[in-house]
């Protein structure tokens, strides 16, 4: 990989490893203070409008920074265009989380849970303009310190909650305020002065014309990772999805190490030279490889005395999921890679239908499995799903390939010179 994109992959993964060592902290603390019922409550209200505000930006961040990178003439009313709408729907989806969820949600508690969880989530929304704008100028390091800030602000905040006996309810809200800090850092720091307030309503409709498969994308995605837990939680009691909770808990801070390298990769696989590509696309490949299967083995063996020595015994259940789950590592490492790919190549409408396919998959086997083997089949359905998912995506990217180099040999032998056929 070239110096700078290395430096600034180190950088990120520096900064999301301090981020993943906070996030397990936090999610030990979380455990062991709440316990496996209110924690279940926890990780349900967070994946449920997770699902929802995947929506927030419409899907459009990755198709933003390609278009800041490729056409920074375009910076200022597209910027202003993309706040204006990642704003207008964040708004929208929160107003609706809380109605459906005071209109079809019986338990009081999990209600406020919705209500309350809705303010950290609209703050993260916010802030997807400016890190749009980060990544387009791989100003990552930057994005690697927001990151971390935000989860120290969240442990400081959980352990002064902990410390007051406050319950599962306190421990939502709070976590707005990194998330409410740090939009108005970065806003203020890196948003161009030259910005303005002014949208350009060609820019807005641009964008708007454009989100529908972008839309249908997050939709696919966000539901993809998250309607696991809420399947959960529909067929088994609080404490499964507490279990399930905590195996996961381990396993998604892992999932920073493909998203720091294709977040400092990503400008460069828009960009990068037709001759260069192959060689640049088999090191991240390889590197991610390795990565995922490192740490999968390493997760795996260590799980019947990880999880009891920092959750506690009563999490016991879940080590066979975090065993299952640890098989998702290396899986999800190599999608990343590939769905990157596509979305540098501006082929949405196949990640939309890849995605459809993993949902569709994963509402079933976990509609199968549930009811016989509780988390532990939650977490097989999700390794399947996303083995599925990435054979599917393989396919994409290996018929793009071949496409791409068919039309550079057709171009070849159209040049003046080349010899032409009979």
């Not at 387009?136 to 442990?155: D, N």
């Amino acid at each position: 990989m070239a110096g700078t994109l290395r430096r600034n992959f180190l950088n990120l993964l520096v900064a999301r490893g301090l981020t993943l060592a906070l996030a397990l902290v936090n999610a030990v603390l979380l455990a062991r203070y709440l316990g496996p019922k209110d924690y279940g409550l926890y990780s349900y209200a967070f994946s449920v409008t997770t699902i929802v505000f995947g929506l927030a930006d419409l899907g459009l961040s990755s198709h933003a920074v390609r278009l800041l990178r490729l056409e920074p003439a375009r910076r200022t009313t597209l910027l202003n265009a993309f706040a204006r709408l990642t704003n207008t729907v964040s708004l929208l989806l929160s107003a609706a989380v809380i109605v459906l969820a005071w209109m079809l949600v019986t338990d009081r508690l999990t209600r406020w849970a919705l209500t309350l969880v809705c303010l950290p989530q609209f703050f993260r929304a916010a802030a997807v303009p400016v890190r749009a704008l980060l990544a387009s100028e791989e100003r990552i390091p930057q994005l690697g310190l927001q990151e971390l800030a935000i989860r120290a602000g969240t442990l400081l905040l959980l352990l002064a909650t902990m410390l007051l006996e406050q319950g599962v309810l306190t421990m939502v809200w709070v976590s707005a305020v990194p998330m409410l800090a740090s939009y108005a850092y970065l806003r203020h720091r890196y948003w161009p002065s030259d910005s303005g307030s002014s949208v350009a309503r060609n820019e807005l409709a641009g964008l708007l014309r454009q989100a529908w498969a972008f839309t249908l994308y997050a939709l696919f995605y966000a539901a993809y990772f998250q309607i696991d837990v809420v399947l959960l939680e529909k067929l088994q009691p609080l404490t499964n999805v507490g279990y399930y909770g905590a195996a996961t808990r381990f396993i998604y801070p892992l999932l920073q190490v493909p998203s720091a390298l294709m977040t400092s990769a990503f400008p460069r696989l828009v960009a990068v030279a037709d001759s260069q590509r192959r060689q640049f696309n088999l090191k991240l490949l390889m590197t991610l490889v390795g990565a995922g299967v490192l740490l999968a083995v390493c997760l795996a063996g260590s799980a019947p005395w990880l999880l009891p020595l920092l959750v506690g015994e009563r999490y016991a259940p879940a080590v066979p999921t975090l065993q299952i789950m640890s098989a998702y590592v290396p899986l999800t490492f190599v999608q990343a890679l590939g769905m990157n790919l596509l979305l540098a190549s501006g082929r949405i409408r196949a990640l939309v239908g890849i995605y459809a396919v993993g949902l569709i998959a994963n509402v079933a086997l976990n509609l199968w499995l549930i009811p016989r083997y509780a988390h532990n089949g939650c977490a097989v359905a999700t390794v399947a799903a996303e083995a599925l998912v990435l054979a599917v995506t393989v396919g994409c990217v290996w018929s793009s390939w071949r496409g791409s180099l068919a039309t550079t040999a057709a171009e070849t032998d159209t040049e003046p010179g080349s010899p032409r056929p009979d």
